[in-house]
């Protein structure tokens, strides 16, 4: 069966065509847009995420094996939603988080700059 070339557009599921009359045209806009947009969403997801998050989420980074990271990781998004934080909790989460270095967790001084202790 032979097709004229509108029916051969219609039977590839293209609803219509860009200015350049080629049906691709429009399917690259689409995808452009869409990756705009993913990217703008993923950007603002990541900026909610509260600096004590993160400082959970640094710790989690510390750990020794992928399990217990994981399982560290979804610890933390659990308590993150069921604890709120204060305004002061959050400034004190900032600060730990630029601080805070699993290479030095093992000493004191360590544990004090990721809040895990307190200074002695």
Known sequence: MI???DQGKRGRGV???AKSGHP???SMSRIRQCIVFLALCGALLAGCKGNCRKLSEKLCD???STSTKDSC?????NEDGRI???PADDTLCSQLLQVCDCHTIDT????VNCGLARQP
């Open 84 to 86: 709120t934080t204060t």
């Open 108 to 111: 004191q001084q360590g544990r």
């Open 73 to 77: 990781l979804a610890r933390a998004a």
């Open 62 to 64: 510390c750990a020794a």
């Open 24 to 26: 691709a045209a429009l």
């Open 3 to 5: 097709f004229s070339s």
């Open 15 to 17: 609803a219509s065509t």
